[in-house]
């Protein structure tokens, strides 16, 4: 077999003799859309909180969202166990927890500012100030350094044109430095908002970058590989 049947092609699949599509690995085909709403209760605290379009003035909650949060209360026996959940939901509408979010999330579950606060600062999840509609972490930890993270970083700093945690001038890219993304078998991972991204080379960024605009302009989403 040629070199290139192993070499993941910047998403999470298989690299031996499995011929599995993208939308076989990541269960997109058959899962759908999730609805705002939530779903069934035991899975409305389960889905992505990095969405690309989100509201920085967004209320907390309401019409479906107030559905989905009422879903998570009620799947919690304490309002500190549903805390981080409704965090997750607070920045799946706003798109970052400000500290004056994260009052009014404290208010919603009965809980102290401050408690709230130390909870939502401890959390690299959650951002604590705007990023672009593209969040790109690239995680720098012993695995992916050793296979070049470094330069994987670097590169996308270069095409977006920003430096470590600044937004592109366009508003869809925010590049930040990840501890470690827990891939450590396909070494650089990057997770872009709520997908990982496996054996990125510094080679496979203009394509990701290019297959995100593509996506942001309603084209493929998933280019064929090179």
Known sequence: M???????????GNTG???LSEADVRGSEYAGDLPPEGGHPSTAASHPFMLVERDPDAPLF?????ARFEKIRGRYPTAMAALLPTLNLAQELRGHVSPETMDE?????GLSSAYVRGVATFYTMYNK??????????????SCNLCGADEVLAAF?????????????DGNFTVAEAECLAACG?????????????????????????????????????PAPE
Do not use: M
Request: charged share 25%; net charge negative; proline share 6%.
């Open 2 to 12: 040629s070199e290139a049947r192993f070499h993941n092609p910047g998403w999470a």
């Open 17 to 19: 003799e499995f011929e």
């Open 62 to 66: 309401e019409g479906p969202y107030q």
């Open 105 to 109: 999330v404290a208010a919603l579950l």
């Open 129 to 142: 100030r705007p990023v672009g509609r593209f969040l790109i972490q690239v995680c720098t930890n012993i």
């Open 157 to 169: 700093l270069e095409h977006t044109g920003t430096e470590l945690g600044d937004t592109s001038a």
């Open 186 to 222: 396909f070494p650089t991972c990057v997770q872009i908002n709520e997908r990982y991204f496996e054996d990125v080379s510094v080679a496979d960024v203009p394509r990701v970058l290019a297959r995100l605009k593509a996506e942001l302009n309603g084209g493929d989403a998933a």
